[in-house]
């Protein structure tokens, strides 16, 4: 099977689980807030048909389209993360401020601000690949948009987001050829921030702390955690069966979004958990062989930094779920619940197979 045709069938088996499970996740919450137990999944069902309306016409955009853009769309990029800050213009919701209200909509400008990072710091490897070598011609003016984005991220604030993005250029900058020397340095500096960004805002000190010991405070910081490891563990081999979970029954706070692989795990058990986890694998592996057929540095940099951001995230969200690492507030891409994550994803996919289809 060609590598385009994996991606795509990979991605649409997941949105198809994503309704079966936003569902399941959900009925019980959403019959509570809004009588009607299939709110969530039909707004679900409705991100997806606009999701791969938008897929398909980005699939047929020539990618040279975004090198030649590639500057107004990060620059509407910044803009909107500025707009978002502002009270009045942007919504509160969990404790960030990182949403547009539109209705019973959200509209959350972060998402599209990792793919307008993406497509400029592609742009700018090819051009300045010959001066890679020399930090300060090369990467230095990279970082220092990068550092402006991510610092517009955290004041909103969106810890997980924003290290996401973080993650995904510096992968760029190494597959770009970039000195193993300067990530040394880079991962010095960047331990030492993430310790700053610890102690200087107490809830994410609780996210540590309950990361360490959930069971110092259950009913707290530590719920989250506890609660999905619940569901989790009776999950056993094959779960215990469609719509049967317990943990979505109130336990489990939301769990159509940053949650939902519990619930997955919990009804279809390690069975069910590695099926996603193959859907998952056929991704990143069709995104690889695009990226490394591919011979325009162009392109080949915005199919490894696209692959590298969505495989990053999920790694992100299957370690909070399992108690790896501590609560960051990342979807699991194509499956979690909301617009905004699934309409980036699927972004980025109609990207890779525009560039697939060219190469």
């Excluded at 045709?5 to 009925?27: D, E, N, P």
């Excluded at 592609?122 to 402006?148: E, T």
């Excluded at 069971?215 to 469609?242: E, K």
Aim: glycine letters at 10%; one cysteine or more; proline letters at 4%.
């Amino acid at each position: 099977m060609k590598h385009n045709k994996l991606l795509l069938i990979s991605v649409i088996l997941l949105m198809i689980l994503s309704l079966f499970m936003i569902y399941s996740a959900s009925f019980v919450w959403a019959e509570y807030k809004f009588d009607n137990k299939f709110h969530y999944c039909i707004m679900q069902g409705m991100f997806c048909l606009i999701g791969l309306i938008v897929l398909f016409i980005i699939s047929r955009i020539d990618s040279d389209f975004y090198y030649k853009y590639a500057n107004p769309i990060l620059l509407i990029c910044i803009i909107l993360l500025i707009l978002v800050l502002i009270p009045g213009l942007g919504v509160v919701r969990n404790g960030s401020r990182s949403w547009f209200g539109i209705g019973p909509l959200g509209i959350q400008p972060s998402e599209f601000s990792k793919l307008g990072l993406i497509i400029f710091t592609s742009k700018y490897l090819a051009r300045s690949n010959k001066f890679l070598k020399d930090y300060k011609k090369g990467v230095f003016p990279i970082l220092s948009i990068l550092f402006l984005i991510f610092g517009l991220i955290m004041l909103e604030p969106d810890f997980g987001t924003g290290m996401i993005i973080i993650l995904t250029i510096i992968a760029m900058l190494f597959v770009a050829g970039v000195n193993m020397k300067f990530f040394i340095g880079l991962g010095v500096i960047g331990i030492i921030g993430i310790v700053i960004l610890i102690l200087i805002a107490p809830y994410r000190m609780d996210r540590i702390t309950s990361f360490i010991n959930p069971w110092s405070d259950p009913l707290g910081t530590g719920f989250q955690i506890i609660q999905s490891l619940y569901a989790i563990g009776p999950g056993g081999l094959f779960g215990v069966g469609y719509l049967n979970s317990r943990q979505k029954s109130f336990y489990l706070p939301e769990p159509q979004t940053d949650f939902i692989f519990s619930i997955i795990a919990e009804e279809f058990g390690i069975v069910g958990a590695l099926v996603v986890l193959a859907l998952f694998g056929f991704i990143l592996y069709s995104g690889l062989k695009i990226a490394l057929k591919e011979e325009d540095l162009f392109k080949k940099y915005l199919a490894f930094g696209l692959i590298f951001q969505l495989i990053v995230q999920v790694t992100m969200n299957l370690s909070v779920v399992i108690g790896l690492i501590p609560v960051t507030g990342v979807t699991l891409p194509f499956l979690s619940y909301g617009g905004s994550s699934l309409l980036t994803s699927l972004v980025g996919i109609g990207i890779l197979l525009n560039i697939s289809k060219r190469t």
